[in-house]
């Protein structure tokens, strides 16, 4: 599964869109660099009821910023992402979708 399938897989689980988890993970103080991953995933399971795969793309993007590395982008492999760039205004908005 790709990066970007994890996001927007959240999205269908959650009924939010990325960015309102990120921003709310903000809220919490989740970005900062001593909180582990392991307490945003507690988090994301408890209160949203998401599974570990699914909680670290987004704790990714909570800890690092929507880019990741371009190793999978244009390859062949199931976690290829099509850009290094991940959307996080939700499915809906895509430009893959206009």
Partial sequence: ???QAYLDAIEDKTGLIPRELVDRAKERGYDDPSV???TIVQWLADEHGLGRGHAMA???VVKKGPRISAKHVGTTGAHRDASTELWLDGKATHPRNA
């Fill in 1 to 3: 599964m790709s990066f």
């Fill in 58 to 60: 987004l704790v990714h």
């Fill in 36 to 38: 582990k991953a392991g």
